[in-house]
């Protein structure tokens, strides 16, 4: 159990265009969603903590007109990266947590390159 | 917020032996200590976690270990396999968590 899917898988979009990526719990509610972003060879680093029905926490550094997040359920997510530059191509990955426990069950990642 | 320290970067063994990756966190806070495999291109597995009321925790051939007092944690791999082969990280947190910076493991057959 604790599956997390996310679509696409690749994207290729032109600059100043949108992208949405949906990350979706498939077996279990995630009352809590976190969007990360990973540039080659690098770690991973928060985004955004998205819960459900709520605005979602960015972190510091990251712009929320940018990367907007909406978590209008138990089981979907979504990141819409908007008016894409080249610099904005990367590797985002988001996770989901079941009720009250701390694992985080990750999705498979999304590779975005901005032409 | 929350400083994770991953060392060393890169690390190579021979088949057999053992693997030991550390890490130091700064939040005292802190209380859930996760380590993740991550193959190339693939998303993060979590192989084994901690949290601060545990000092040690085992599964098969993979401990870590907790010290809340140095703030550091460890990840010991025995009888390293080829398939070990990938990139580690460690993280630290409450509620949400701090990524370390990773560790290239590779596992000479």
């Known amino acids: 159990g604790a599956v997390v899917s996310q679509h696409p898988s690749r994207v290729i979009c032109k600059s100043g265009t949108s992208v949405k990526i949906e990350c979706r719990s498939l077996d279990f509610q995630a009352t809590t969603m976190f969007w990360y972003r990973q540039f080659p060879k690098k770690s991973l680093m928060l985004m955004a903590t998205s819960n459900e029905g709520s605005k979602a926490t960015y972190e510091q550094g990251v712009e929320k007109d940018k990367f907007l997040i909406n978590h209008a359920s138990l089981t979907l997510s979504t990141l819409t990266v908007t008016s894409a530059h080249p610099e904005d191509s990367s590797f985002y990955i988001c996770?989901?947590?079941?009720?009250?426990?701390?694992?985080?069950?990750f999705g498979p990642g999304t590779r975005l390159l901005v032409l | 917020g929350e400083n994770v320290e991953q060392h060393p970067s890169t690390l190579s063994v021979q088949e057999g032996d053992s693997a030991v990756i550390k890490c130091t966190y700064s939040?005292?806070?802190?209380?859930?200590f996760p380590w993740y495999k991550q193959e190339l291109g693939k998303r993060p597995q979590l192989i084994i976690d901690?949290?601060?009321?545990?000092g040690e925790k085992k599964d098969q051939r993979i401990a870590v270990t907790l010290n809340k007092t140095a703030k550091h944690f460890s990840l010991h791999i025995t009888e390293t396999q080829p398939e070990d082969s990938a990139v580690y990280f460690c993280?630290?947190?409450?509620?949400?968590?701090?990524f370390g910076t990773g560790t290239k493991l590779q596992v000479i057959p």
């Open positions: 901690i949290r601060s009321n545990v």
């Open positions: 996770s989901g947590v079941r009720g009250m426990e701390e694992t985080q069950y």
């Open positions: 939040d005292s806070a802190s209380n859930y």
């Open positions: 993280a630290a947190g409450y509620q949400k968590v701090t």
